[in-house]
């Protein structure tokens, strides 16, 4: 329940990012407007902190894309940049996700930035930059 309850929360602060303009939560390249942002389910993390509560950590990867062909590889790294940004910001903004329902005592996000790149696919080419994103759970099991 957690994955999906994340998830659905990532997603949502994502779409509420006025320079991005679609998000999806599944891997695909079709788009309605650039940029745009994919999520990916990426791994889970657990580990004991006292003999009464375990930490729990969701770790997602979003990725940024921008198409190249009707900016040019230099605006589209410029656009890339911004909306890095404004996803770090957003997430920096609410480091405890309001509004998000876990069965836990605290949560707390924490966001990595990674360098852009060009990805070349059958359907063009895009400039990607991508965010590790990663919200970390603490809750008792007694």
Known sequence: MAWANIKSKVKSKLESIDSIQEVQDYPTEEFNG??????ETVRNESDFETTN???RSYVFNI????????K???KAREIIEEVVDDVMEAFDEDQQLSGIS??????MVISLPALSRIYTSE???YMVGEVELKIITSFSIS
């Open 34 to 39: 650039f940029p745009a942002a994919v999520i």
């Open 53 to 55: 509560e375990n930490r």
């Open 63 to 70: 990725y940024l894309l921008q198409e190249i062909e009707s």
């Open 72 to 74: 040019g590889v230099k």
């Open 102 to 107: 876990l069965p836990s005592n605290e949560v």
């Open 123 to 125: 359907k063009g080419k």
